[in-house]
């Protein structure tokens, strides 16, 4: 965080005006997995912030605890922000609250259907406490538009498409197929 403590008002603008550009420079990052998406589309960028030491601290909230993405994220943020002038980035991993899609942004669904990924829609009310652990069948989408036809006949085709956040579906009118970003 910057913090006006012990420097002068020119200091302190000047330290704001270092924070707003990388932030900036962090939210211009992509989504490795999905490119068309920034991380801060994605909702993944949670913060940036100056720490007492000096270094810039990036925040990073990953899709799943096991996001196989993270570390190209870590990489190329850090490397974003190196590129423009950081020289010394820590990028922190923030695990609570949890990722939730409806932190992607407007921008981010929209970019998703213009690629043909249908958007999730509204993420489940999440609950505190212990998580329930449910043996019984996944949770499917009520009702997936194809983005092909706009038929509303669809089905699941596989639970996981070319990355563990998408679904695979086809629809049953035009009998293209195409990926659904599941909510979570």
């Not at 550009?21 to 960028?45: I, K, N, Q, Y």
């Not at 989408?141 to 092909?148: D, E, G, I």
């Amino acid at each position: 965080m910057v913090t006006g403590r012990g420097r002068s008002a020119e200091g302190a603008r000047a330290g704001s005006d270092a924070l707003d550009r990388a932030s900036r420079v962090a939210g211009e990052v992509c989504d490795p997995e999905l490119p068309m998406l920034t991380l801060a589309d994605l909702g993944v960028l949670r913060g940036v912030e100056f720490e007492e030491d000096g270094v810039l601290a990036v925040s990073l909230t990953p899709t799943y605890s096991g996001c196989p993405a993270m570390a190209e994220m870590r990489a190329a943020t850090v490397e974003a922000l190196r590129d423009a002038g950081f020289p010394l980035v820590r990028v922190r991993t923030v695990l609570d609250p949890p990722w939730t899609t409806d932190w992607i942004t407007e921008r981010g669904r929209r970019a998703l259907a213009e690629h043909r990924i249908v958007p999730p829609g509204n993420a489940p009310a999440s609950r505190s406490g212990p998580v329930e652990l449910n043996l019984s069948p996944t949770r499917r989408a009520a009702t997936v538009t194809c983005p092909h036809c706009a038929a509303r006949d669809t089905a699941e085709v596989s639970r996981f498409s070319a990355t563990s956040c998408r679904a695979l579906r086809q629809c049953r009118v035009c009998r293209e197929p195409f990926e659904y970003f599941k909510e979570i």
